[in-house]
């Protein structure tokens, strides 16, 4: 990617939401047009996603057909609580209506099993149907009580039938109280898992021109805020810091990761503990 037109990017304006309203500084997002249009599979699937919803629709809903919310925290009956009625109201306000709503309990039978971040989480999966009022545009948005790693790669009787993903949106998780503590970039063992990290399963996903956007959360080594020795360090080099997300792009350069997969930094999605920086996987 030349000097010239990585700068050129930078000069795009501020985002603005698809319900016509300008963006706070948490929220000043850029992408880069071809990457959104060339985005390969429409699929988003945002793990351990809190209510971290809005800005996800709103930059990808022209081209996006299935989001997927995943966190451990909704539909519980007691304890920590999260709430997802934000989407509908956004999708409202965008001009969408509603036109199905389901609710299943994916194991009706479930005993809790112990296995890796999946313990006593018992799988719902709330799915709605959405259609644009004027651009007649369908979208499925589904909200799933789960772990954000079994949810997509198992080991789960009940992992998302998604396949392939267009884009990875992961963002504001943590090792703290209320957090995940999912280590996407710490090696994880396993039967045909010997040495790749748990980004590189999710890479594998991906396939060229699939976009990773993330803040870096939990993609060190050690419970460090950034780690230099971490093969995802560009992804965390402005961990936890207040950077503009627009000055962070601009420092930002392509990487390879351990297996070979090409990132390149293609725009700037806000902050959240730390810059929230896009990046189209090769």
């Not at 999966?125 to 909200?143: A, M, P, Q, Y």
């Not at 080991?155 to 998780?173: A, K, Q, T």
């Amino acid at each position: 990617m030349g000097t010239q037109s990585h700068e050129e990017k930078h000069e795009e304006p501020a985002f603005m939401n698809a319900t016509g309203e300008h963006s706070s500084p948490e929220q000043d997002s850029w992408i880069d047009p071809a990457a959104l249009a060339s985005i390969p599979v429409p699929t988003l699937y945002h793990p351990c996603c809190g209510n971290d919803l809005e800005q996800p629709l709103s930059i990808f809903m022209n081209h996006i057909s299935w989001f997927v919310f995943v966190d451990k925290a909704y539909h519980n009956p007691t304890g920590y609580k999260v709430r997802y009625d934000s989407a509908p109201r956004f999708l409202s306000r965008a001009g969408y209506k509603r036109t199905e709503r389901t609710e299943a309990r994916l194991d009706p039978d479930f005993v809790a099993r112990k296995r890796m971040f999946e313990c006593y989480i018992e799988p719902i999966s709330v799915n709605e149907k959405w259609i644009g009022k004027k651009d007649k545009r369908s979208l499925t948005v589904t909200f799933r009580k789960g772990s954000g790693i079994n949810s997509l790669l198992g080991p789960s009787d009940n992992r998302l039938p998604l396949g392939e993903i267009g884009v990875f949106f992961y963002r504001g998780d943590s090792f703290g109280e209320g957090g995940s503590a999912i280590p996407w970039g710490t090696k994880k063992e396993g039967p045909g898992r010997s040495g790749k990290y748990l980004l590189d399963l999710v890479l594998e996903r991906m396939p060229p021109g699939a976009l990773l956007v993330t803040d870096g959360s939990n993609m060190h080594l050690r419970r460090r805020r950034t780690d230099r020795h971490s093969p995802w360090y560009p992804l965390t080099a402005h961990g936890w810091s207040r950077t503009e997300p627009q000055r962070a792009f601009q420092t930002a350069r392509p990487f390879f990761t351990p297996f070979g997969r090409l990132m390149t930094p293609v725009g700037y999605a806000g902050l959240r503990y730390g810059p929230t920086l896009a990046w189209r996987v090769d």
